[in-house]
DNA sequence: CAAAAATTGTGTGATAACGCACATACAAAT
DNA sequence: ATTTGTATGTGCGTTATCACACAATTTTTG
């Protein structure tokens, strides 16, 4: 079962819908629909057409490319600090990219028709989807340049703050397979990887649970790609107001689903 | 002194421009200032404000992020197919990545407020915008899933093919150690590669000016990257009228400045 | 025309990541 | 409690790319 029942979900969880100012916010709230978002689900297949916009809460989601040889590399994250189907208000209605729940929760959807109605009134909603969309190219961007300068280990450590930071508590769960598709490198390399931050102390895992120990000590290790980002986000974004006081509590363990198969590497 | 007189320029040689309504375009005209864009040329320095959005004609404009340790990564690429400067309508007014023309030529801007205030009119500039934005960000997980999983080789032939895409001519004006910065490889590499595809004779070179021989080859030896790319830019972009028309004729050789400094590699 | 600078070519050894083949360890299921 | 499957650990040879050093050209400059 998925974690949080669903009575405990409030729209505003996600940061873009709390910016919302009251009067859109409750236009829009009956055309919410609250989804389950169990781990692997495909909310959206490369080159199909969107038929939603989602506001993830609780729920992580990847944006990846799988190539023709199946290998796989992950382009960008969103959790409750954005929205999921940027293509569908930017004018394409689809993307070659695919979007995958990487870590199982809760996120609300709208209809593509609600949200580009919205959109296109050019108010509040169209001002933060845009903004949210220039920090998701920031993070694209800072993907390609640490797929191009650096390490498995700095990648990973990427990796794991920028999925620390959309969680509540400080457990990831999430296999070092699944981890190797999302980055788009062998599994053993995560392997060896996680294997030297655990000894360092940063982290300790088990069997597909990760725990942050030592997240300041993980920051000072990551490379700049982090920070770039997060210093844009904060510029960007509306800051979630209870980003800073949340205790930070233990995750609950999700079931598992496969999250794409393993890549046929050239 | 860069090719073509400023008299032979038009701002419908940019795809964008020329795709606007009469009624728009004529209300844009008066604003719209011819500028030249010679080689090397930093349209917009990382993190600072900018001042204009630039609509290419005959020039090519890279978009690239610089490490803190000197190494730089190209993320796209912008010629007569769009504009540079998407930060400035899409909320941002700055971002992490450097604007430096790569292939000389002209191009028109709009300055920022001019802009603004039409994007904000929701009419066709809003469209065309978002639609090549959204363009932009195929190009820009492109390149991200280019660097993780394919060869220096394969790389040089799509920033060829991209370079050829918006070049009039066949010449594209341009050394190895530029195309190096751009890749974020060793020039080493690059003359390694180059060196194949000279001998396979799809392309010819010579210090600093690289001719192409076989477009077709080089397309089926091109990886899957650059014809995702091209793909989504169709469906997605006005076509340029006469693109396919457009007979290659031979580029004029500009003058040359430092690109970016050498990267210091960790 | 000579000197300086820019561009490209080549060789050598180091390294990070790869592919593959298993071994080990823990968890879930019958 | 034993089996089955999932997850992680490890070793070994291979490869692409790296860093560095320098040679060989061609172009530009004084």
Redesign the interface.
Known sequence: MIANSPNSNNPKQNDLLAALPGEVFLRLLPELELVPMPLGWVLCESGAKLTHVYFPTTAIVS?L?V??DG?S?E??MTGRDGLVG??L????DS???RAVVQSAGYGYRLKASVLKREF?L?GHLQ?LA??Y??A???Q??????C???HTVEQQLCRLLLLTHDRLPGDELVMTQELIANML?VRREGVTEAAGRLQAAGYIKYSRGHITVLDRPRLEKHVC?CYH?VKK?CD??LPQNPNALQREKEPAITVNRHVYVERAV??
């Open positions: 944006l490319y190539t023709e290998a590399a382009i960008a940027v293509a208000f930017m004018g394409g993307t070659p990219s296109k050019g001002a845009l903004s969309t220039q998701l190219i920031t694209m961007a800072q993907t390609a340049v797929n191009r300068h788009g700049e770039v844009e510029r960007l590497r050239h």
